[in-house]
């Protein structure tokens, strides 16, 4: 941190003089605001009343007729206007989003031609006229609507969005949110916390380009808002249970063994005041368990202690040890926990001050082919997160409030076969080698543990200051001290310690432990100018990042040691130095009627590369000889790596067509730079291994066309198209390597090829009819071209880079729900049906055909040991094709 300092003294003075100068804002709220004016004479109203009924929020209309109220979380509000000599305006349903203003424009009749008060029902608008890059909200009554089980569910229903890759970015380039606190695991750059769908009281995803409030993210940002309590208790319960059920048993086995609870869920809510204290004090409790069986069966034919031997010549003297009970087990199942409980203690006219904190707890296997016969040798993967949060909103007066934010993150990650490293369970290495070629694994198991925690201690401020009826200044900083705790080994189980498991000797290439750290700075400044014929954002946003690790000078002089020499010496490494930018950002609107407007919006993102790659190989030892998991022992970290950038750029249209119903049109274009690569290295002259560098680039274009009908008189749908076409020079990080390791070696691309996740034509609809008091049945439907792939013959390339395509996928999704009146409660009976017609999709393919349920390998003169399987099995994948049909039936009631 000193080092820091010293080296950025100058940088940081002046941030401390804008600091002190501006004002700051935190993105998890919104804002109404419009003008009053006479019904009849259409004059200006001076000194208008505006409340939001319920809340301390509220405005008064200024010597124009404008008023604004800042400060508002996200949902649905009733406005009410009074004003001496005229009648009282309610106005229901005025739904405020994130970081968007809603315009609110009231009439008011004077007491002589209208005695009573007036109620009016407002209906959010097909053109956002703020709107200066592509984003979607989802409110939690869309998401009630939909058939999907989690924020992943929601977010990959967005265009642009493929598989989690935003606009063609590479995975990790997404910035996750809960409550404005980051949940990426910054070892790996994935998001690590997950708000559940029953807590969540809008999702907000930003796909294209993003205010300068926003860092730390290449291709896009995820803003999870969830639930604060209302003034009356209220609460809700939901279970359900369901399993696969699908025809298509010769891909998945067990399939047609159904168990009406494989799937099973409870999740609920609470919320309410506090007893005895008034609306001084309210709660919010949410809570889910969910357990997933899967769809991918081992059989238990070999336990992991069971030897083979194929060695002889002749196949009658070929010995099989098979042990196991020739059971079922899943080896995709996933288990996961969260609790979540928000304390808010109400202080002046904000939020106030609010206790957040969520526990999630995740157990899964994730499938691997080769262990289909020994499931009990692989990996199981264990997840704790946990983040606690305490903000505070201060409101100096209507048009200035602040918001302070300190928060704990911390994510545990485990893999592991047993818990227990000295296990007797684990068994030589050398079991893994009794068979080869086209054969399952006849016993062995997984002999390294992976552990890591990763730690974000935040401590952040932001100030909204409305100026005047035309500008909206925000600015912030944001101060994360990261800690992270690694550690790797591989258990030993040789000669020297009897065949007993045995730890490895520290420092290492099979015993990898570090502690790093880094620090993370980030400011910004932001001004929102909303004139009545344009709406700017204009900002721009200042990172700095220092990694706190050594690196070495020449890293060629990885090979002047052994791998028993204790430790290389001081004057072969250098400290990484801090690195920073300035990201400059602008959108603009132009409304050209109250029925259309055009945004165009340009800016400039950075993004430090997940920290594991900067610290991996701590001991920077290569071994000459084996095979190692995860390019452990053929690769080293760069503390030095420099942040990767993009530009971004976009262009768009929103049209409203005829009342509720209209469409938007948006072109896009990404120049990527200073992506995560490798570049090789040679030890003793023949072993090749790769230090990270900053040496990958790539470039994507594209333009998305959507319809949208507003959900009313019980009908809703929407409809999107995207044309995409993603290049760039890797998909992979390692893919240097992986090609200089290849036989013979593949030279690295220096032309830009399609990536892996280049869908170029997707298209996404949603269908929802009924109504809310009496049934909803909705649809979700995807579809997509296939993505790229590289022809291949037995192993061997045989065509340049992703020059073909998978097979096109389509998905349907349903959802059904009935609601009854029970006492004075709302229950309500669903079924949902995913992948309704069983639709076999092919993920992955093979190489030398290009689908994922034939190989010429099967034609090629070769067999399978026998006794363990046949090729027909072993080329069996089930692992190629997505999820088949998934029905599961519940309930629900709201109190």
């Not at 009970?325 to 926990?337: E, F, H, I, L, P």
């Not at 080869?436 to 694994?441: D, E, P, R, V």
């Not at 209209?662 to 003793?684: C, P, Q, S």
Request: glycine share 8%; aromatic share 12%.
């Amino acid at each position: 941190m000193i080092t820091l300092i010293s080296q950025n003294k100058y940088i940081l003075a002046a941030l401390l003089v804008l600091f002190t100068a501006t004002d700051y804002f935190c993105g998890t709220t919104g804002k109404i605001a419009g003008t009053v004016t006479d019904a009849k004479t259409k004059e200006l109203l001076i000194g208008v009343n505006i409340q939001v009924t319920g809340t301390r929020y509220g405005g008064v209309s200024d010597a124009e007729g404008n008023f604004f109220i800042i400060n508002l979380p996200p949902g649905v509000y009733e406005i009410k206007a009074s004003y001496i000599g005229y009648s009282q305006v309610n106005i229901k349903n005025v739904r405020v989003s994130v970081d968007q203003t809603s315009r609110l424009d009231i009439e008011l009749a004077s007491e002589t031609l209208q005695l009573n008060s007036i109620v009016v029902t407002s209906q959010a608008p097909i053109v956002r006229k703020d709107l200066t890059s592509t984003e979607n909200k989802i409110s939690a009554d869309d998401i009630a609507m939909l058939p999907v089980e989690d924020v992943a569910g929601v977010v990959n229903l967005q265009a642009g969005v493929v598989d989690g890759h935003f606009r063609g970015g590479r995975g990790g380039e997404v910035k996750y949110l809960i409550d404005g606190v980051s949940v990426n695991d910054a070892l790996s750059g994935q998001s690590a916390l997950t708000a559940e769908v029953n807590s969540i009281q809008e999702l907000q995803v930003l796909t294209g380009t993003f205010n300068a409030e926003y860092g730390e993210a290449l291709s896009g940002v995820v803003n999870q808002i969830t639930k604060i309590a209302g003034e009356n208790y209220a609460g809700s319960l939901t279970a359900y249970a369901g399993d696969y059920i699908s025809s298509h048993k010769d891909v998945f086995q067990n399939i047609d063994n159904v168990s009406p609870t494989a799937i099973h869920n409870v999740q609920g809510t609470f919320s309410g005041p506090v007893p005895g204290t008034g609306d001084y004090l309210k709660f919010f409790l949410s809570g889910r368990y969910v357990y997933d069986d899967g769809y991918m069966y081992g059989k238990r034919k070999f336990n992991p202690s069971d030897s083979s031997n194929f060695s002889a010549n002749n196949p009658a003297e070929w010995y099989v040890g098979a042990t196991g009970d020739n059971k079922y087990a899943s080896m995709n199942y996933n288990r996961r926990g969260t609790l979540q409980a928000k304390l808010q203690y109400k202080l002046g006219g904000g939020k106030g001050l609010v206790l957040n904190t969520m526990m999630q707890n995740q157990e899964y296997k994730e499938y691997n082919h080769s262990y289909r016969l020994n499931p009990d040798g692989d990996y199981t993967n264990h997840q704790n997160n946990s983040l606690v949060s305490l903000s505070y909103t201060h409101v100096f007066n209507k048009s200035i409030f602040l918001d302070a934010l300190a928060s704990y993150v911390n994510t545990d990650f485990k893999r592991y076969v047993f818990e227990n490293p000295l296990d007797e369970r684990y068994v030589n290495p050398d079991r893994l080698k009794d068979v080869s070629g086209n054969a399952f694994l006849t016993g062995g198991t997984q002999n390294w543990h992976f552990y890591h925690t990763s730690t974000i201690k935040t401590a952040k401020i932001d100030i909204t200051s409305q100026l005047n009826q035309l500008h909206e200044m925000k600015s912030g900083f944001e101060f994360n001290l990261h800690t992270l705790r690694y550690k790797d080994l591989q258990i030993v189980i040789d000669a020297n310690s009897n065949y007993k498991p045995s730890m490895p000797k520290d420092g290492t290439f099979n015993y990898n432990v570090y502690t790093n750290h880094p620090v993370q700075f980030a400011y910004y400044l932001q001004d929102k100018i909303e004139l009545d014929y344009l709406v700017v954002n204009i900002g721009a946003r200042f990172d700095l990042f220092q990694p706190d690790a050594k690196v070495l000078k020449d890293p060629d002089n990885i090979g002047v040691l052994d791998d028993l020499t204790p430790a290389y010496p001081d004057s072969l490494f250098t400290t990484a130095t801090a690195k920073y930018q300035i990201s400059p950002r602008l959108g603009i609107s132009y409304p050209m009627s109250d029925k259309g407007a055009i945004h165009i919006s340009y800016g400039h993102f950075f993004q430090v590369p997940p920290f594991e790659y900067l610290y991996k190989n701590p001991n920077f030892r290569i071994p000459l000889t084996g095979d190692y998991p995860q390019n452990i022992g053929t690769s080293i970290g760069n503390a030095d790596l420099k942040p990767q950038q993009t530009t971004m750029y976009e262009i768009g249209l929103q049209q409203e067509l005829f009342p509720g119903f209209g469409t938007t049109v948006t072109a896009y274009y990404k120049d990527i730079r200073n992506l995560l690569g490798t570049e090789i290295h040679i030890k003793n002259e023949f072993k090749k291994y790769a230090k990270f560098v900053n040496r990958d680039y790539g470039a994507v274009s594209g333009f998305t066309l959507s319809f949208e009908k507003q959900f009313a008189d019980g009908f809703g749908a929407g409809i999107d198209y995207t044309y995409q076409v993603a290049k760039g020079n890797a998909s992979d990080p390692n893919d240097a390597y992986n090609k200089a390791q290849a036989s013979p070696p593949v030279e690295a691309n220096k032309q830009l090829v399609f990536l892996d996740w280049d869908r170029r034509h997707s298209i996404n609809f949603s269908l929802t009819l009924g109504e809310t008091t009496d049934y909803i049945a909705s649809f979700i439907g995807r579809f997509g071209t296939g993505l790229p792939y590289t022809p291949s013959l037995q192993n061997q390339r045989v065509g340049l880079e992703n020059s073909d395509n998978k097979p096109t996928m389509i998905n349907v999704d349903f959802y059904y729900t009935k609601f009854l009146q029970l006492d004075g409660y709302k229950l309500a009976v669903f079924l949902k049906i995913y992948n309704l017609f069983d639709t076999e999709n092919e993920l992955n393919v093979f190489g030398d055909t290009g689908r994922s349920g034939y190989t010429l390998d099967l034609t090629r003169a070769q067999e399978a040991p026998r006794g363990v399987n046949t090729l027909a099995d072993y080329y069996t994948r089930p692992d190629f094709y997505s999820a088949p049909r998934q029905v599961i039936l519940g309930a629900s009631i709201d109190f």
